[in-house]
């Protein structure tokens, strides 16, 4: 498979080659040539198939010529070697936990998926390769995680210092080995800026093999389209379901529109938005007006300019009417998400965390318009990751998941960086 980029002023490349650019230099984003599509005896026989096997079928077209079929093998195994279960909250809604994961929120599968087909290009090569990675807190600790001990890959997190919840915090800066936490004096923008400078900046090019570990990667990008398999797998209406994702950078919805586009039954696709809602007033009004982030409660969705969305509308070759079949859109305020949080579990007992929540709200909002349907969303983030809000809402404290309990009896180990690229680059330098 090749991948070309989206800006089209830049050599196609393959996929090794795509993984370990991150972005392409003409700062389009890669995108397949073709989209594979998945064999009807297969989806026929979802339900029955193995998630490995199914895993391998579906990453298999994306990857053949760079990785081998018993590698790739082993590394999805690796990768998803946890639950996503769908569980019924109403007779019409079900919520598809994908926060199983060692740090329980749903970047897990792309971050570790994306470290050992690093680990794996970077086999026998001298210099090191460096990812350089700006966090509000999600993404840190599942790049953290996915990227500890794995050889030839140097990992810096740049994070907002108070600005991440304590778990989130510990996931961050617990790590050692290969992994650098950057606690920052500024807000997430701060540090995302920091890095969009140091992929820019001459002197780092020369002294790091750098890639970035966002959503823009191929190798964590292309993973997502699982999800929806592994969803369709336990989906026992005979109507293909609407499936809501909260959305952010909109990689997760993207990846989602892959597996529909190589022949999985999803009736309708709702991006569910917070307060950042520039994709909600696009698919209304046609104009894409990036805004300023705005800060909320489902943090992880605070952007202001989501980078994916370019890939949304190349696979729609900017038909807008195909594009709105495919995808609506819209936008939950932090009120209106707090009291989801509430009715949810006084209603049906069941904890949603903020960015569920706000995908929970859009499905239900939808789901009252359309009486015949049904359909499930995507529970992005375990609640004890956002414990202030939850807790207040359902006014009860939140047992801590076994899983992560050894993380609370670790030392935090972060470096303090001033949020100015000037300072940040003069300690990579010499790092
Ligand atoms: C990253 C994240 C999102 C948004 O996903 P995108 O792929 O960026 O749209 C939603 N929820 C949680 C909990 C996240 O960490």
Known sequence: MQYFSTNRQSPSVNFAEATLA??????????????????????????SIPSIELAVTVLQPYVKDCIPQPILEEMVAATIDFGFPLIPITDKIASFELFH????????????????????????????????????????????????GVEGVEVIILYP???????????????GNNITALEVSGNFDDCQA????????????????LTSANSINVARWLPQQLYYFFALQQWQHAEPPIVSVPCGNFGNICAGLLAQKAGLPIELFLAACNANDVIPRFMQTGKY????????????????????????????????????????????????????????YFDD??????????????LDNYLTAHANKKGFFLATAHPVKFPEVVEQAIGVPLPIPEKIQPLFSKQKTSIAMAPSFGVFKEWMLRF
């Open 22 to 47: 991150g972005q392409a230099p003409d700062k389009g984003l890669y995108f397949p040539q073709s989209i594979p599509s998945i064999p009807t005896n297969i989806l026929q026989n979802l339900a």
């Open 101 to 148: 994961g060692p740090t329980l929120a749903f970047k897990d599968v792309g971050a570790r998926f994306m470290s050992r087909c690093l680990g794996y290009f970077n086999r026998g090569n001298e210099r090191l390769t460096t990812v350089l990675v700006a966090t509000s807190g999600d993404t840190g600790g599942a790049v953290a995680n996915g990227f500890d």
């Open 161 to 175: 210092s108070g600005k991440v919840s304590p778990v989130q915090e510990l996931q961050l800066t617990t790590c």
């Open 194 to 209: 920091m890095v969009k400078q140091a992929f820019l900046d001459v002197d780092l090019a020369k002294a790091y093999q």
């Open 289 to 344: 007006d990036p805004i300023t982030a705005i800060a909320t409660i489902s943090n992880a969705m605070d952007v202001g300019n989501p980078s994916n969305f370019i890939r949304i509308l190349e696979m729609f070759a900017g038909d807008k009417a195909a594009l709105s079949q495919a995808l609506e859109s819209d936008s939950v305020s932090d009120t209106d998400t707090i009291s989801t949080i509430k009715k949810v």
């Open 349 to 362: 007992g069941y904890i949603l965390d903020p960015h569920g929540a706000v995908a929970y709200q859009v």
